[in-house]
Each structure stands twice: as C-alpha cells, then as structure tokens.
C-alpha cells in the first residue's frame, strides 16, 4: 500500500476506561498487557489508604484511594462502600469516556477450546457496539455474529434491535457461586465454554457478576451503582448484584438490551466460602423479598432519564423494601446521594442522541471533492466526513474515526449479500461488505490526509492534500 502506513487501533481506544477495585499489587496485569496496554485504566484502592499499590510499568492509569474519594466527592462519599469490592463504581463515576469495562484483579485470560488466548475486552466492544434484541427471543442466539441470522417467525419489525447498554461475561475455572453452594461443590470447576452471546428477555432478572462486565456509560452509567456493602453494612457480595436487578428494570423500561455469554475470564481463587456466608446470610433470606420488588417495579411513563429513574427507584425502594430492614431505607438514602454526586462529577450537556459522527476534535471544517461519475463536494468537521464518500471507494482497508466505528451495528462479510452498503431509518450504519480485509481507525486529520481514499480530495486552510493512493477504484 502507497503512503504512510497506519497502524491498526484497539477498538475504543479512546472512548473506553478499564476499572479495577484492589487491595493488593497489580502484577496480574502482566498477563493482560497484549490487551489492556493501550487502555486507560482507572483503579480504585480499596481498604488502607496508606498502602502503596504497585502497577506494572507501561499502563497508562489513575489511582485513587479512600482519601482521595473522600476529597473529591466531600460528604457524599458515603455512598462509597468501603472494604469491598462495591468501591468500584466510584471509577464508572469520574471516567469521562462512554465505555467501561470492569475487571476483578484475581482474573486472568482464558483460552478457548482451540487454546487461543481470548481477547476478552475486544469481545464485549463487539457485544456493546451490536444492538440487542431484548423483545423477541431469537433461538440462534445473537443473530448479528457472523454466521446466524434471524430465524423464521422473528418479527421483521424487530430486527433492527434495541441499543446494547450492557455486556455480561462469564468465566473458567471458579465459579461465581454463593456460599452454601460453594460449602457443598468445594471442588466444583467451570471447564464449560459456550460459544454464545444472548440477549437477557425483557422483564427477566439475572444475577449480574462483576467480575468481567462492560456497559455503555452514557446509555446505562448513572444506575449502575453497585449499593452499600462492606464495612459498617449487615450484607455484602450482593453488590454486583444490586446493580444488576436495578440496571436491567431500567433497561426494561428505556428500551436497552442486556447480554449475557462470551466473553470468558479465567477466574483463579476461589473466595473462602465461611467469610462469604457471614456477608451473604442476610442478603439470601432478604433476596426472596427483593427479587419480587423487581420483578414488580413500574416506572412512570415521565422518567425518560437514568437519573429519573433511578431517582423513582430509590423511592420505591424506601416504601416497600424500607420495611423489610432498616438497611433498605439507609440504601435508598444512598442512591439519592450517588445521583447527586454523579451529576456533579458528570454536569449535564450530554450529546444528542441523533449526534452520528460524535465530536470533533478540532472545529477545523474542511472542503471535500469526490471525484466519481456522479460529482459531488462538501464541507465538514474532518470526521464528519459522510461514511458513504468513504465507502464509495472500496479498498482492502477501510478507514473509520472512532464514532464512526462505534455506531456500526456489525460487520458481516457474507457470499450471499452483494456488495452495498446503506443507512437504516434510525441512522444505524450497516456494513454488507465482501472485500473488505481490515478495519482501520483514524483519530487525527493527518491519518485522514495521508490515507485518503482514491478519488477522494481534502481540501483545509486552502489547500490540496497529497493524494495517497489505497489501491482504490472508484465504481
């Protein structure tokens, strides 16, 4: 290929933090660096502030501690639980990327049946960047992965999906079990790997796992507080939990997808199951009070917002749970409190939801000639650029900014399609490519300049660029 080569991106390089809670030295990281390295990392310090915590060299990360959370969040840091892994949605709090991924500390990459390592982040992009399909059931699963469609009878209505806000991953070897069943199955080992990715129906709860877990911050982030557990709480190790039940009503209600299945961690330590019981006794009593509240929450019509409705929640927690404990009332005390200190961190002027392309980087606009039969020029942010100017010049590489990349539902090479490409009514890109070898994300307008599609000028500050050619031909 003529020009300056590009070296491919990591999917969200630049959209995505990766949060880790921890007690402990972060050597486990040295197994994760082929993929996490050029991630920014958010950690949060639980227990002894006064602790050093060693990071390996070469991550890019920010680390907080007790002290820390208490500085910047004042009196509302006591919606912080302390001495427990439930500390970590103080990251999902002062990220300011659209991603999350959140990973425990004693999980390492799994292999699949093949013996390749798995690259666990990549997978939940994919889940989170595809829609889900949370109204109708497909019986092949997701019908966006390659390989599987929508199977006969599913309503035509529905194929377009619904927003993914969640990606749910499972994990190898020690299982996410509570403490009666460890106490039971003390050797029990998960060596299953399912090679699936589903969307949880609507109105059906699940036991979500903290442990490997992605999600769209701006879709889902506000609710995904993870409650008060640990110190100074009757209950813990219902955490992810919580959130869990509380994420997939609202879910339910804006009309967002959440997956369950691949991708899969190795899970190393098994916890001891006598200090778990001490933390969950209380909560598995309590649970056959709090599933029945989820399962019977509506929402009014007006809560149009995470934050209305996690605020509606709260209340009804107070008025019904409120009298099963006195904890429930100290709980919905404390989610009023982590939206008041959401909004501050986060203050309002989210993007429009129409908003395509995303931001510009620069509000630098620039001309655009397209050299093709049937003309055509322009002016734009530089990545605004219309996708189909891009994609009219078809080349073994196809070039994206990171915005662009992130609205495609999928990608899905397939025999059977001829080669097009098209916007679906809601404004959802949908690639049915054949030829197409690499994906390749430009941040900047010097990779944009250097690797302009053949037929394709930019013109800035008036001049030409130099055109580059990517073995390109224009139909």
């Not at 995303?358 to 055509?376: A, K, N, P, Y």
């Not at 996708?387 to 990608?411: G, Q």
Request: hydrophobic share 35%.
């Amino acid at each position: 290929m003529a020009g300056t080569a590009v070296s491919p991106i990591p999917l969200l390089k630049d959209e995505l933090d990766i949060v880790i809670p921890t007690i402990r030295n972060l050597d486990f990281l040295e197994m994760w660096r082929p993929f996490f390295q050029s991630y920014h990392l958010i950690i949060v310090q639980d227990g002894d502030p006064s602790k050093t915590i060693n990071v390996p060299e070469g991550f890019d990360y920010e680390l907080y501690n007790r002290n820390d959370i208490n500085r910047i969040l004042g009196p509302k840091a006591s919606c912080i639980s302390f001495k427990d892994s439930a500390c970590r949605c103080f990251g999902y709090m002062v990220s300011k990327k659209k991603y999350i991924y959140t990973i425990d500390d004693d999980c390492f990459v799994a292999k699949n049946p093949s013996g390749q390592e798995i690259n666990a982040l990549e997978q939940h992009i994919k889940n989170l960047l595809c829609p889900a399909t949370p109204f109708f059931f497909n019986t092949l699963y997701d019908p966006y992965r390659e390989g599987a469609d929508f199977v006969r009878g599913y309503p035509f209505s529905l194929r377009e999906g619904a927003p993914t806000a969640v990606s749910h991953g499972l994990w190898l070897n020690i299982p996410d079990y509570d403490a009666p069943t460890q106490l039971v199955k003390p050797r029990e080992r998960n060596t299953r790997y399912v090679d699936a990715v589903m969307t949880i129906p609507k109105g059906t709860l699940f036991p979500m796992c903290g442990m490997n877990l992605a999600f769209d911050r701006e879709l889902i982030g506000p609710a995904m507080y993870f409650g008060l557990m640990g110190d100074g709480q009757p209950i813990g190790r219902y955490d992810d939990m919580w959130a869990g039940w509380c994420i997939k009503v609202i879910c339910d209600h804006l009309g967002y997808g959440v997956k369950t299945g691949l991708p899969y961690i190795w899970h190393s330590k098994a916890s001891n199951p006598f200090v778990n019981l001490k933390k969950e006794y209380k909560g598995i009593y309590w649970q056959e009070e709090l599933i029945p509240f989820f399962q019977s929450v509506v929402l009014p019509k007006d809560c149009t917002s995470v934050q209305k409705c996690y605020l509606e929640l709260s209340k009804q927690v107070r008025a019904k749970l409120g009298k099963v404990d006195e904890y429930f009332n100290k709980l919905a005390d404390a989610m009023v409190t982590w939206i008041e200190a959401w909004d501050e961190q986060n203050p309002s002027g989210g993007k429009p939801a129409d908003m395509l392309w995303g931001e510009s980087s620069t509000e630098e606009v620039i001309d655009l000639t397209f050299d093709h039969e049937s003309g055509g020029s322009g002016k734009f942010p530089w990545n605004r650029i219309p996708i189909e100017v891009l994609l009219s010049c078809t080349a073994d590489n196809l070039y994206l900014w990171p915005r662009v990349f992130k609205c495609m539902s999928h990608l899905l090479p397939s025999p059977r399609t001829p080669k097009r490409h098209r916007l679906d009514p809601q404004g959802r890109l949908w690639l049915l490519l054949t030829d197409i070898k690499n994906i390749i994300v430009l941040d900047t307008l010097q990779q944009l300049e250097a690797n302009a599609p053949t037929g394709l000028k930019v013109r800035h500050d008036g001049k030409t660029t130099q055109q580059k050619s990517l073995r390109g031909r224009c139909p």
